[in-house]
């Protein structure tokens, strides 16, 4: 059984945060759809499109804070004792003829003041049937559940589907809820509503795979079974990191500590340390989901633990 020791119990727990990320939507809409950045990458135009932002309870991004320290950290990230809003960067990456998607939001099935990808896509000029691939890093409701709209259409009609191996086995197990805990069952109905639209049009990769020449999959597993990152070659490469690091403000600063929604607690810190390690020895550039918009930067060694260096 996979451990699922920081997992809350039940999906309501998962959606706590909804009232008050519902509330973020009285804020300016500079708050929720940051202005679009833009960067060349080796063979690779990218620009970095916000899905909007999720309030996420302390208890999630800093399980294993004291009062004192998780106080702090709350101040960091502009939130409260109930929490904090966290971006969703999303890359769009044109290479060729391929207009490319790493991971799709929330879509209409995880918080109100995210789900923004579309309307943000259309301010750019790109329509939904314009995708031609789509990358999960994992399937939890934030990364994937911009797949489908309210009434079942999928919502990239002319996208291929990659996803890791291991994470597809995991989330469409038919055994899952016997096997798994409760506290993953919401979390595996979403995943299977998902992978489930376009499972005619789904490849399953592994870790190596190429999703176009020169864009590798690289395991960074821990956050779910089969967590995959990918590195784009080129300008001494690039790390899309997905929630492998969920946090540049607190995992930078305390890559000791846990995240609540790690599903295998252990490895995913392991994976988060062996990544930040890597990316401050080679000085690799990186593009977190969670982290302050753009979430483009570079990991600078500070004594044990790091600092990020927005590029």
């Known amino acids: 059984m996979v451990e699922a020791k920081t997992i809350l ?43 909007g932002v999720l309030m996420l309870p302390p208890e999630i991004l800093l399980p294993d804070a004291n009062a004192e320290e998780r106080a702090d950290f709350l101040k960091r990230l502009g939130g409260d004792e109930k929490g904090a809003a966290v971006q969703a960067n999303i890359p769009l990456i044109r290479h060729g003829d391929d207009l490319i998607l790493v991971d799709n939001g929330c879509g209409p099935y995880f918080q109100a003041s995210a789900g923004r990808l579309a309307e943000n896509l259309g301010t750019l000029g790109v329509k939904p049937e314009e995708i031609t691939k789509i990358v999960f890093t994992h399937v939890h409701p ?59 049009r789904l490849t399953l990769v592994k870790p190596g795979d190429e999703i176009v020449p020169s864009m590798a999959v690289l395991p960074t597993l821990g956050h779910t079974p089969g967590h995959l990152s990918l590195e784009l070659a080129g300008d001494g490469n690039l790390l899309v990191t997905g929630d492998a690091c969920t946090s540049d403000t607190i995992f930078f600063a305390r890559p000791d500590w846990h995240f609540g929604f790690d599903t295998d607690a252990e490895t995913a810190l392991k994976s988060r340390q062996m990544l930040l390690d890597r990316a401050a020895t080679e000085k690799i550039k990186m593009l977190g989901y969670h982290w302050t918009y753009p979430g483009v930067g570079y990991a600078e060694r500070a004594g044990a633990a790091y600092r990020f260096v927005p590029a």
């Open 9 to 51: 119990a039940t999906r309501r727990q998962l959606l706590a945060g909804a009232a008050a990320a519902t509330a973020l939507l009285a804020l300016p809409r500079q708050v929720l759809a940051a202005p679009f950045h833009k960067f060349n990458h080796g063979a690779f135009d990218i620009t970095v499109v916000s899905d």
């Open 142 to 200: 934030d990364h994937s559940g911009g797949t489908t709209t309210p009434d079942g259409r999928v919502l990239f009609p002319n996208a291929h589907y990659y996803v890791g191996e291991a994470e597809a086995a995991f989330w469409t197990d038919p055994a899952f809820e016997t096997r798994q805990p409760s506290g993953l069952h919401g979390f595996a109905k979403g995943a299977q509503r998902d992978l489930g639209a376009v499972k005619d």
